[in-house]
């Protein structure tokens, strides 16, 4: 079991909104910024989204993170074929001194 | 920018050894915490190790601790992870992630995948 919780899909048709929640507890999204990776099949993770809602230098503004307490969400919006891939959240764990994930979301595009 | 690149992925029986390596290029590498990551064929990532800079701390997930052991050559811009006591659970693709702290895991590795089994 993964210390935060995702869920395992999620879909959307192209140009539609979707929405990913992780959900954590008080040593770690309650207190620590949130991160999110992007993983296509085949590939290394790719971080998304860094301190809950910032981008990195060439992830497009579709993209965007939130959170509130000890919940996270990332939103895409004007889904693309090319968004389809697993979605990981991540946070530091302040009790367990770890790095912890979540399980994973894969988003399909119908 | 900058690349990382694993080696030393392999079969390997149980409870055998294994030494992974990770080369940093196009950074200053010892001025960065570095991460070790992996992921079970098929399954999500799971965080291994972290090491700072200086190579003075160390952190573990529970699965590995007291099996596993991280450790880097600042003068050779190398991470490495030290196997022991393997067993099947421990099969999966490691990665090696640069680490910005607040600003997250930045640059990953291709991935070396390590395969236990008789």
């Known amino acids: 079991q993964s210390v935060l919780t995702q869920p395992p899909s999620a879909s959307g048709t192209p140009g539609q909104r979707v929405t990913i929640s992780c959900s954590g507890g008080?040593?770690?999204?309650?207190?620590?910024?949130v991160y999110w990776y992007q993983q296509v099949p085949g590939a290394a993770p790719k971080l998304l989204i860094r301190?809950?809602?910032q981008r990195p230098s060439g992830v497009p503004d579709r993209f965007s993170g939130s959170s509130v307490g000890t919940s996270a969400s990332l939103a895409i919006s004007g889904l693309r074929s090319e968004d389809e891939a697993d979605y990981y959240c991540?946070?530091?764990?302040?009790?367990?001194?770890?790095?912890?994930f979540g399980g994973g979301t894969k988003l399909t595009v119908l | 920018e900058g690349r990382l690149v694993e080696s030393g992925g392999g079969l390997v029986q149980p409870g055998g050894s294994l030494r992974l390596s990770c080369e940093g290029s196009?950074?200053?590498?010892?001025?960065?915490?570095m991460n070790w990551v992996r992921q079970a064929p098929g399954k999500g990532l799971e965080w291994i190790s972290l090491?700072?800079?200086?190579?003075?701390?160390?952190y573990y997930g529970d699965s590995v601790k007291g099996r596993f052991t991280i450790s880097r050559d600042n003068a050779r811009n190398s991470l490495y992870l030290y196997m022991n006591s393997l067993t099947a659970d421990d099969t999966a693709t490691y990665y090696c992630?640069?680490?910005?702290?607040?600003?997250?895991?930045?640059?990953w590795g291709q991935g070396s995948l390590v395969t236990v089994s008789s």
């Open positions: 992630a640069r680490d910005l702290r607040s600003d997250g895991l930045d640059l």
């Open positions: 196009g950074f200053t590498f010892d001025t960065y915490d």
């Open positions: 090491i700072r800079g200086p190579g003075n701390r160390v």
């Open positions: 301190a809950t809602k």
């Open positions: 008080d040593s770690n999204i309650g207190i620590n910024y």
């Open positions: 991540a946070s530091w764990d302040v009790n367990l001194e770890a790095w912890v």
